[in-house]
């Protein structure tokens, strides 16, 4: 089992920036990938970043330039920069840990970018 704690999300201008957080506990295996998605109501849950754990980052389109995900592998922690921020961008963001064996979701952290 693998328990997925995210932190950051908030309230922020457009323009602004915000760093999302996500700490991995429990039975962690040393090869995934972890990344984000976000989700607005009623709509599906899009992918935004992720990383692997040999530190190879993947991006969708709509991030690229604005976004940077990083991991801090002693820590199991994963990380979201985000610059530039766009009201566009406002969506509930959840972590995802994947392995060869599980995948697992954390809580979700709010982030609003007003106009």
């Known amino acids: 089992q693998v328990h997925l704690v995210e932190s950051g999300g908030g309230l922020v201008q457009a323009g602004g920036s915000l760093r999302l957080s996500c700490a991995a506990s429990g039975s962690a295996s040393r090869v995934n990938v972890m990344g984000w998605y976000r989700q607005a109501p009623g709509n599906q849950r899009d992918f935004v970043a992720s990383?692997?754990?040999?530190?190879?980052?993947n991006y969708a389109d709509s991030v690229k330039g604005r976004f940077t995900i990083s991991s801090d592998n002693d820590k199991s922690t994963v990380y979201l920069e985000m610059n530039s921020l766009k009201p566009e961008d406002t969506d509930v963001y959840y972590c995802?840990?994947?392995?060869?064996?599980?995948?697992?979701w954390g809580q979700g952290a709010q982030v609003t970018v007003s106009s």
């Open positions: 995802k840990y994947r392995s060869i064996l599980n995948t697992y």
């Open positions: 990383i692997t754990s040999t530190g190879n980052p």
